[in-house]
């Protein structure tokens, strides 16, 4: 039998000033290090979507999701939920009507057989009149980064969405909006899947 013993040695690691800010400590956010800034960005730990239904605002959206992934030429769909003020605190947006409870959001992130990826953000409305916003991709983003220069320029501009060229990536995403309205779960659902193709 052969005896195989390890030795330890001493290494000095240099660590790039980029990966020493990139985490914050104490917090589940990582900081635009990695991108040339050092703006935290809080981690979208996407998920795959459980059997649970949401109520109020995000209940129609994630019928669409649930509905959408059953297509063929869908490979999978995931999705996230989070509160407006990891994005930028302190404005009245990161609130409901009372003033003091968080406005939450919904991303659902849709990746199609042929490698186009999509998400889809919808925010807590309540009183106000937010339009469903979807982002489309030919190519694989950084979608945490992109989605917190979204969610960050609605909050600035008081509950209106971006424009493209007002995120980095305007080359290869392109962006559309769906107001709400009354007509049934299918045909919304196809109202969204048909600007995928």
């Given amino acids: 039998f052969a005896e195989i013993n ?17 985490m914050d400590v104490g917090t589940n956010q990582r ?42 030429k869908v490979e999978s769909i995931t999705q996230y939920i989070g509160v407006l003020n990891d994005h930028w605190p302190y404005r009245a947006i990161c609130t409901l009507d009372d003033g003091v409870t968080p406005r939450n959001y919904l991303i659902g992130k849709i990746k199609l057989q042929d490698g186009m990826e999509a998400i889809v953000i919808e925010i807590q409305r309540q ?21 917190h220069k979204i969610l960050k320029r609605f909050i600035l501009n008081s509950g209106i ?26 045909k919304k659902e196809k109202r969204i899947f048909d600007n995928l193709g």
């Fill in 6 to 22: 390890r030795v330890k040695i001493k290494r000095e690691r240099a660590t790039s000033e980029s990966t020493k800010c990139s």
């Fill in 127 to 147: 009183t106000l009149a937010i339009s469903t916003l979807m982002c489309i991709s030919q190519h694989v983003l950084q979608w945490n980064k992109i989605c």
């Fill in 31 to 72: 900081t635009t290090g990695d991108f040339g800034g050092l703006e935290t960005v809080p981690q979208l730990e996407f998920a795959h979507m459980t059997q649970e239904k949401l109520d109020g605002d995000f209940a129609e959206i994630q019928a669409v999701l649930r509905l959408m992934g059953k297509r063929r």
């Fill in 161 to 186: 969405w971006p424009q493209v060229d007002e995120i980095e990536e305007t080359t290869v995403l392109s962006s559309h909006r769906f107001k709400h309205t009354d007509v049934e779960i299918d």
